[in-house]
């Protein structure tokens, strides 16, 4: 499954907040610092998702607040609904 993040790093705690379908906001407690934050957002996402580290890949925004997040496991989506790659456009403000 291919998500959307907006992450907010330097946060006092770590915590996944669901905005819309294939969106999220991401708070980290790592500072955007030798890719500190994007270790630390994959750990999160893990966590969240209940997955492991390397089913979790950044594939867009390495050095953005918001990045392009793939999410599955070998080619199955973690969830039962797809995204609509064709209709679906992120709504997140910088």
Not at 69 to 76: A, E, S, T
Not at 80 to 87: C, E, G, I, L, T
């Amino acid at each position: 499954m291919r998500i959307y993040v907006k992450t907010n790093p330097r946060s006092r705690e770590n915590k996944v907040e669901k905005l819309n379908e294939g969106e999220y906001k991401v708070k980290l407690t790592a500072p955007p610092v030798d890719g500190k934050a994007n270790e630390m957002l994959i750990d999160v996402l893990s966590d969240h998702f209940n997955v492991s580290k390397h089913q979790v890949r950044i594939v867009g925004g390495k050095s953005a607040r918001i990045k392009i997040v793939d999410v599955g496991i070998r080619g199955r989506a973690v969830q039962s609904r797809p995204v609509d790659r064709v209709q679906f456009r992120p709504t997140l403000k910088i």
